[in-house]
């Protein structure tokens, strides 16, 4: 395996290998009793599935204390969010030291990310990689207090909301026919001026409601405190995109012969406020030259998609152990298109059988010790490498 390989790299590609992931066929009670097949082709982005029992006998990831202990670290996104008297909210960005009494009504912790901290909440999150992990994002779990909530709103991208305790009032509808989708100018949160639902639930726990993106909801807890876990996606606005691979196109592009603009035969200007026109073709071409360079928007673009978020650390291993399996750290991401394999914002080219192995690494994220033995020496100094940084475990 070889990273960041010049364009002009010749070395063979080994074909897609049949996915190792999930069955697609097969009919789940996750999502009652339809495959991950018909969800993606009926509901996803479409309309919304409540599922009874979709996880029955499911428990909390964390308890309380646990999670009020998260709250309070700086290495953990957190909000706190007390509803007053009245319509009147107030919110509190972690890391949040203490919080209001458990007894106290009408009060959310919301913590981001529970995945990255929390084995069982990473588990969790697994089961919907039925869905490109390029569009996975994490796993939020909400305590609320008798009452507790954060206003109607709605979200851009698709979610998932599962009641792991207690019970929660949902009540939701479309934009456009529940709500405007204008905002309340008085509140620090997203809430919506206008909803009126078409639909409500009450979930219990191991209940589950799937909301594709535009769907205003609101969730109440109801009958004393409870947890919610909300599976959400990453659904990147098509300007950010571009600039995050600009800028990896760019710093690539530099020590590859990169030249400064010139303009010897500048004449001079009583315009002097007029942008060159030969400053603008020059620009153009840095655009386009950056793009065109074969393979390079693929790599930037897998390299994007798998950095690791800004609190995400990893804890420093040593070499994998001979005969020795290994898994993905559940903070790390790793992806594949057909001529890279990527792990937290780095690329690899890969060809034949390494090629094979590490996209059932990304597919699994894990391969057995006699998947292990069977990589190159390259592709297994890589893999101790990796161990040592934290980004895989001995399995």
């Known amino acids: 395996?070889?990273?960041?390989?010049?364009?002009?790299?010749?070395?063979?590609?080994?074909?897609?290998?049949?996915?190792?992931?999930?069955?697609?066929?097969?009919?789940?009670?996750?999502?009652?009793?339809?495959?991950?097949?018909?969800?993606?082709?009926?509901?996803?982005?479409?309309?919304?599935?409540?599922?009874r029992q979709a996880l029955p006998g499911v428990q909390p990831p964390i308890d309380r204390v646990g999670l009020a202990a998260l709250a309070a670290s700086d290495e953990v996104e957190s909000r706190l969010v007390t509803q007053q008297s009245g319509e009147r909210w107030t919110l509190r960005q972690g890391p949040i030291s203490k919080l209001p009494a458990w007894s106290k009504p009408q009060w959310t912790l919301l913590v981001q990310g529970l995945d990255l901290h929390v084995d069982a909440a990473h588990e969790l999150l697994s089961r919907f990689r039925f869905v490109p992990?390029?569009?996975?994002?994490?796993l939020m779990l909400s305590y609320a207090s008798e009452g507790g909530g954060v206003g109607p709103h709605f979200d851009s991208y698709d979610v998932f909301l599962i009641q792991v305790s207690g019970r929660r009032h949902w009540r939701i509808g479309r934009l456009g026919v529940s709500t405007?989708?204008?905002?309340?100018?008085?509140?620090?949160l997203k809430v919506l001026a206008d909803f009126e639902p078409e639909q409500d639930f009450v979930l219990e726990p191991g209940d589950m409601l799937y909301l594709p993106p535009g769907w205003a909801h609101d969730g109440v807890a109801v009958g004393g405190d409870c947890m919610t876990a909300s599976v959400g996606f990453r659904a990147p606005w098509r300007g950010e995109l571009a600039n995050e691979l600009l800028v990896r196109l760019t710093d690539?592009?530099?020590?590859?012969?990169?030249?400064?603009?010139?303009?010897?035969?500048?004449a001079a200007t009583c315009e002097p406020g007029r942008i060159p026109e030969a400053l603008t073709a020059f620009a153009r071409e840095a655009v386009l030259k950056a793009v065109a360079q074969p393979l390079?928007?693929?790599?930037?673009?897998?390299?994007?998609?798998?950095?690791?978020?800004?609190?995400?650390?990893?804890e420093p291993g040593e070499a994998l152990p001979p005969g020795q399996g290994a898994r993905l750290s559940p903070r790390t991401r790793m992806m594949y298109d057909v001529a890279h394999v990527f792990?937290?914002?780095?690329?690899?080219?890969?060809?034949?059988?390494?090629a094979t192995l590490m996209r059932r690494l990304a597919d699994r994220r894990a391969l057995s010790a006699a998947e292990v033995a069977r990589l190159s020496e390259g592709a297994r100094d890589l893999l101790d490498q990796w161990t040592e940084d934290g980004w895989v475990l001995p399995d």
């Open 296 to 314: 390079a928007l693929e790599r930037a673009l897998g390299e994007a998609l798998t950095e690791p978020k800004p609190r995400v650390f990893f």
């Open 1 to 51: 395996m070889t990273s960041k390989p010049t364009p002009s790299s010749k070395r063979p590609l080994a074909p897609a290998a049949a996915s190792a992931g999930p069955d697609v066929d097969a009919r789940l009670p996750l999502l009652g009793g339809l495959s991950p097949a018909q969800f993606m082709k009926r509901h996803w982005q479409k309309q919304p599935l409540l599922v």
């Open 343 to 354: 792990i937290n914002g780095q690329s690899f080219r890969a060809g034949g059988r390494d």
């Open 133 to 138: 992990e390029a569009r996975l994002d994490d």
């Open 252 to 266: 690539d592009e530099a020590p590859r012969g990169d030249r400064m603009y010139g303009d010897p035969r500048q």
């Open 180 to 188: 405007t989708g204008a905002l309340r100018e008085d509140v620090p």
